[in-house]
């Protein structure tokens, strides 16, 4: 059974490392790329955001940063929304329900907070992620739809909970 609770301290370097696999040997973002120190650093994001941490038996094999509205990792999430960013899942966990579990929390803490809905962004060749989001009630709102590099096209993707 999957278990979701936020990063401790001496999970960080566990995370980022498990962050950094997911995207970069996903081939989702290229070795050389300024944002693998993003991924990388765990301590900030939980600084600035909120990390939560999927656990399979007492081992970290997935993670995602929760950002609200106005703060440093919030990319795309307005006012009444909770923004998702990095979710990342361990090659050797896919398919144990890390994934979906992760993305259930946010909703359900969005859900309780009084959020309207969630908001992420994704790439089209994350299509095993898209899976998730679209059993899980995820939309395209493609007038959200955002570059962040030359090249990296983003589709952002609402949960609407009201």
Not at 27 to 50: H, I, K, M, N, W
Not at 127 to 154: H, S, T
């Amino acid at each position: 059974m999957i278990e979701i609770r936020e990063v401790f301290p001496n999970e960080f370097e566990t995370v980022g490392e498990l962050t950094v696999q997911a995207y970069v040997g996903g081939g989702f973002v290229d070795e050389g790329s300024p944002y693998v120190e993003s991924l990388r650093d765990t301590a900030t994001r939980a600084e600035q955001g909120r990390v939560l941490v999927a656990l399979l038996g007492d081992r970290v094999v997935g993670s995602l940063t929760l950002a609200e509205p106005g703060t440093p990792f919030a990319d795309v999430a307005q006012t009444g929304e909770l923004e998702f960013r990095m979710l990342a899942v361990s090659p050797d966990a896919r398919g144990t329900g890390a994934g979906t579990a992760l993305v259930r929390a946010v909703i359900a803490e969005a859900y309780d907070r009084g959020d309207q809905s969630v908001v992420m962004s994704t790439q089209p060749e994350m299509v095993d992620a898209r899976r998730i989001y679209d059993r899980n009630g995820f939309v395209p709102d493609p007038e959200r739809d955002w570059e962040p590099l030359k090249g990296m096209e983003l589709t952002v993707l609402v949960r609407e909970l009201v």
